[in-house]
């Protein structure tokens, strides 16, 4: 069964850092982009980042871009954001989503929980 | 950017009615449009994709329709699970971007 379980969020001050982590089963990792979308509270859904399957190739939001660094290590079946100097807007519910290919230009065919993390002083 | 559109925003609805969600992109995305249900409190489900491929496991109850800028989501008959809010979203050009959902109610 296809699993992903993101963790590492939590509650941080502006101008911090935090890494999140999504573990990926049920499915061949390295064969599959993998992308972040994040959910304020009570709003829409935003794109944030994505990786290719190899992990050449990444993708990124103008309103992360230069802040937020995504990754992946194909042996661990994890993919991370790296998140630096955050800010009041990046609140929000963060989820780890599968891609249906190893190209960027796929579909979100499977979404983890999403992980929390709150950014105030 | 693409922008996408939706309408309604919000919609009540009778058990076992036909119900249609419409969402437009700012320029033409082809059929590189997806569908997604959000129940409160979970994670989005994949609905429909490439405008009107229903995915694995979804309802036959649900269709979708388009292609350039215009597209739909039809429910023929709803059906109380189907309380959720509902997103289309663009894969044409980066960046991904989402409508900004539609709130299914019960009547």
């Known amino acids: 069964e296809m699993q992903l379980v993101e963790s590492g969020g939590g509650l941080l001050q502006p101008g911090g850092s935090l890494r999140l982590s999504c573990v990926a089963s049920g499915f061949t990792f390295n064969v599959y982009a993998m992308s972040w979308v994040r959910q304020a509270p009570g709003k829409g859904l935003e794109w944030v980042s994505g990786?290719?399957?190899?992990?050449?190739?990444?993708y990124y939001a103008d309103s992360v871009k230069g802040r937020f660094t995504i990754s992946r290590d194909n042996a661990k079946n994890t993919v991370y954001l790296q998140m630096n100097s955050l800010r009041a807007e990046d609140t929000a519910v963060y989820y780890c989503?599968?891609?249906?290919?190893?190209?960027?230009?796929?579909?979100?065919?499977?979404w983890g929980q999403g992980t929390l993390v709150t950014v105030s002083s | 950017d693409i922008q996408m559109t939706q309408s309604p925003s919000s919609l009540s609805a009778s058990i076992g009615d036909r119900v249609t969600i419409t969402c437009q992109a700012s320029?033409?995305?082809?059929?590189?449009l997806n569908w997604y249900q959000q129940k409160p409190g979970k994670a989005p489900k994949l609905l429909i994709y490439d405008a009107s491929n229903l995915q694995t496991g979804v309802p036959s109850r649900f269709s979708g329709s388009g292609s350039g800028t215009d597209f739909t989501v039809t429910i023929t008959s709803l059906q109380p699970e189907d309380i959720a809010t509902y997103y289309c979203q663009q894969y044409n050009n980066l960046p991904f971007t989402f409508g900004p959902g539609t709130k299914v109610h019960i009547k």
């Open positions: 990786i290719g399957g190899s992990g050449g190739d990444t």
């Open positions: 989503a599968k891609m249906s290919g190893s190209a960027w230009k796929n579909i979100f065919n499977y």
């Open positions: 320029q033409g995305i082809g059929k590189y």
